[in-house]
């Protein structure tokens, strides 16, 4: 156990190191993030008023396209060096790698977030500091839902033909659930006076997703990733 | 193929021959009329597009762990089943919304769980088609995770209205109704079967012809 974190943790080191050399995905993700979020504020704020309870929509829809964007970027860069065979050749268990893929994703899809969320609030009028810890335990489980999913798709489309269109086409029909409860649940805290029971039961089956498909994501990607 | 299957072919052939015949005797709903009567196709095509998705599913589990080809023939024949008998699942039931709730679509727990089930299967059919080598393992985790997806998309679209008639409404049917459904459940189950048994042969085929090729170029 003790090494399965080890190894977890030094994918995940390996992951943000070669990041924050380059921050090329980082760079381009919140750029895409950002451009994202301006072309609903082009499309639904008429007259200065924004469209009523479009801001949750509007952040769970860009993080879902710029956490798209990542995922694809963060394994095109392993097949352009090879790596991920050396990768997959290191002498641990396979989930373990997985799980370190998935920690590195997480904390740049938390950068992101951290841009988002503000200029969302900013732009749409939407008061997303009247309750903070439901907002954050939503965004959190959202996005391992949603990264969980993405990271062990993305990573067996890596030697597919046209991967890059065949990530968002498998990926955003598994991960409408997420979609529907982020948003259900970030509109209910959005409301005058914050609906916190709503958004607790929208956090509790984030969670109960999370927990079905990291189970699953790490009983299969050993088969999935032998040749 | 087996022995049975031209017997079978031949009361599935006859069975869906008389449905329009039985379907048109079963008494008139009171309140929708002409309409109801799109549920004798409706019902047993919508049943049968999640139960071919759990066939699918399950065989892309075994596939994935055991590497049985056989069992990813039948996964890729249930999963083009799934596609087919959602297609007339989403034709029929608009065709009834618009005159039962005057509107073609709405956001209900069971229309939207049923067109996301189609859509991740239309996805599983793309990959499986445009993935190049080793797409076989990449559709058989999207079935995988598709068939895992299908209780959090009810749940989650519930919170949404319901219109749609609860499942419970099978049993309270008249006597006249009741014979008439499942008569058209039978004869879709046993087309259904008739499908899955020729995609598979095809599948079968297609193995053997790569194999035969393989050899003769060695």
């Given at each position: ?93 396979r989930p373990a790698i997985y799980v370190g893929k998935l920690l590195g994703m997480l904390a740049l899809m938390a950068v992101v977030e951290i841009v988002l969320v503000p200029l969302v609030g900013l732009l749409f009028h939407a008061p997303f500091q009247a309750s903070p810890f439901w907002l954050v335990v939503l965004i959190l489980a959202g996005t391992l839902g949603f990264a969980s999913v993405g990271t062990i798709f993305a990573a067996m ?71 | ?165 609860a499942p419970t409404v099978v049993p309270t049917l008249q006597p006249g109704m009741r014979g008439a459904f499942y008569f058209c459940v039978t004869a879709f189950v046993g087309l259904y079967v008739l499908l899955l048994t020729v995609r598979r042969r095809i599948g079968e085929h297609e193995a053997e012809v790569e194999r035969l090729h393989l050899a003769l170029e060695d």
């Amino acid at each position: 156990m003790n090494d399965f974190l080890r190894v977890a943790w030094i994918v995940m080191r390996k992951d943000l190191t070669v990041e924050m050399r380059s921050r090329e995905i980082l760079y381009t993700t919140v750029f895409f993030a950002v451009s994202c979020v301006l072309v609903f504020a082009f499309a639904l704020v008429r007259e200065g008023q924004p469209m009523e309870d479009a801001a949750a929509g509007i952040l769970w829809i860009a993080i879902a396209f710029s956490g798209t964007l990542a995922l694809g970027r963060t394994f095109e860069r392993e097949r352009h060096t090879e790596t991920l065979r050396a990768l997959m050749l290191a002498p641990s268990d396979r989930p373990a790698i997985y799980v370190g893929k998935l920690l590195g994703m997480l904390a740049l899809m938390a950068v992101v977030e951290i841009v988002l969320v503000p200029l969302v609030g900013l732009l749409f009028h939407a008061p997303f500091q009247a309750s903070p810890f439901w907002l954050v335990v939503l965004i959190l489980a959202g996005t391992l839902g949603f990264a969980s999913v993405g990271t062990i798709f993305a990573a067996m489309l890596v030697r597919a033909r046209s991967r890059d269109v065949l990530l968002p086409v498998l990926l955003y029909p598994i991960t409408i659930p997420v979609i529907i409860a982020g948003v259900r649940g970030t509109t209910a805290l959005l409301q005058s006076t914050p609906d916190e029971p709503m958004a607790r039961f929208w956090a509790a089956l984030l969670v109960f997703f999370d927990v079905v498909f990291v189970t699953l994501s790490l009983w299969t990607f050993e088969p999935l990733m032998t040749e | 193929m087996s022995k049975a299957f031209t017997p079978v072919a031949f009361i599935v052939l006859a069975l869906f021959a008389l449905a329009p015949a039985v379907v048109a005797w079963a008494p008139f709903e009171q309140t929708m009329g002409l309409v109801q009567k799109i549920f004798y196709y409706h019902v047993p095509s919508a049943m049968l597009m999640f139960i071919s998705a759990f066939v699918c599913g399950i065989a892309s589990a075994v596939y994935l762990f055991k590497r049985s080809a056989a069992a990813d023939r039948l996964a890729l024949a249930a999963g083009e089943l799934v596609v087919l008998f959602g297609l007339i699942v989403m034709v029929t039931g608009p065709l009834w919304g618009r005159k039962a709730w005057g509107v073609w679509w709405q956001w209900d727990a069971k229309l939207t769980s049923a067109l996301l089930l189609w859509m991740i299967f239309i996805a599983y059919l793309m990959v499986r088609r445009f993935g190049g080598p080793g797409s076989e393992k990449l559709g058989g985790a999207m079935a995988v995770f598709g068939m895992a997806n299908v209780p959090f998309v009810y749940v989650s679209s519930m919170y949404w209205r319901t219109l749609h008639p609860a499942p419970t409404v099978v049993p309270t049917l008249q006597p006249g109704m009741r014979g008439a459904f499942y008569f058209c459940v039978t004869a879709f189950v046993g087309l259904y079967v008739l499908l899955l048994t020729v995609r598979r042969r095809i599948g079968e085929h297609e193995a053997e012809v790569e194999r035969l090729h393989l050899a003769l170029e060695d």
